[in-house]
């Protein structure tokens, strides 16, 4: 009965995104953000093992290439040459590493689901999406999406469904660990930041339905933090604040002086009235709640075993995990081990150490430039560093002209947070290897490259 429930739900979703998507292409990228948890759902097609995010994809993908093919030209698609670079490099790493992985067909099945998906719609992205309007589209897709996931979370906290809640009293809802519920919500709050700052720049006092966008905003960015306070992920949390702080200190180097582009005087007015004391107001307020939100772990066996360094803790768990990773890399450091294969590998290695290990369930080294490395080779690491050069330096530079107007401004200055959120966190986590996380990142490079279009 279930599965034939599942298969219902999965049809009737496809039935609907096929139906928006045929009659804009648009609406069906909002849809695929928006569903982006879809990919819990599995299914075969034709044997071939997929999720309901992928046929979407897919499907959407198809419709995409039956009204454009006549005029692709990967140059236009991808006009930037360290951008283009970058991914080819990483490509064809992942390529190389799945083609000589012991376990081909779970590499295979991350090449598809991580890799292929991802640049599909990264390329549907960069065609389709022109105009401000479009973008602040799908990050709202995205933010209600967190929304809607950190809701259905909280259903599983206070008991309303069951086992979504881990031994150690952590909260990871329908995901399988309470860091990958994580993952998902904390770029999502980030996206409320930005939204919530950029309607406090307007006088929303006298606008009805901008009031009430802001207190929707407002309700759904609780919900998402709370949520995300239940996971107990430090690591997301510190990496959360470092990344709302450096938001804030990106704009505060517009003085409100500032004149932006010719012909958009609601611009200056908005920086006028949400001045430097403004925005250094929020900026402490910021720093206060976090440390207050720290303050409630006082006492708790997991930041006592944090604070004290104990053995048992999750950075010393951490070390020894990355040891071990870098043991592997050593001996694979050309074309790595295959995506997917790190459990195995990490297993076999114990024994080239005298302690054993504090976590055994390892699938990722929990770290995300290691991932990159081990899985997609010395060719796919290069390949990711040059995208993450491109996208940083093309930030900066969009973020130090004159030319963008405040919205963009804004969207850059949150997708810059975004990213490096990505990279902090992915100190400690593998903030990339999962369907939902990976489109996340290619969407970060796809509305840049939209932008700077």
Known sequence: MDFLLQNLVIFLVLVIFVHFSRKKIETGIYAVVFCLPLYLIRLNVFGIPSTALESGIYILFIIWLAKNYRQIKS?????????????????????????FSSELKTSAGILKGWFVDPFLFFIILVSEIKTLTQRKNILKAFFFSGAAVAAVSLFYWFGFLSNGVSFDS?????YLSPNYLAMYLSPALIVGIWLIYRTLGIDFFKEKNIRENFFLSAISFIIIAVALYFTYSYAAWIAVFAAVILFFYLLTKKTPDFHWKSGVQAGVQYDKKFSLQKKTFLFAAVILFFIALF?????????????????????????????????????????????????????????????????????????????????TGILGLLGFLVILAWFFKCSLSLLKSNLLRRENFLLVAVLFSIMAYTIMHGLFDTTYWKNDLAIIFWLNLALLASIKK
């Open 75 to 99: 140059v236009e698609i991808i006009p930037d040459k360290s951008l283009r670079l970058g991914i080819i490099l990483l490509l064809v790493g992942v390529l190389i590493s799945t083609f």
């Open 170 to 174: 952590r909260l990871h809802s329908f």
């Open 295 to 375: 303050l409630t772990q006082a006492g708790t066996g997991k930041f006592d075993n944090l604070k004290n360094l104990s053995y048992r803790s999750s950075l010393n768990s951490r070390l020894m995990i990355w040891r071990s990773a870098w043991e592997i890399g050593k001996d694979n450091w050309l074309i790595g081990i295959g995506p997917g294969n790190f459990q195995k590998y990490y297993l076999d290695y114990q024994a080239r150490f005298t302690e054993p290990y504090l976590e055994w369930a390892v699938p990722q080294p929990h770290n995300i430039f290691l991932a990159f490395w081990l899985e």
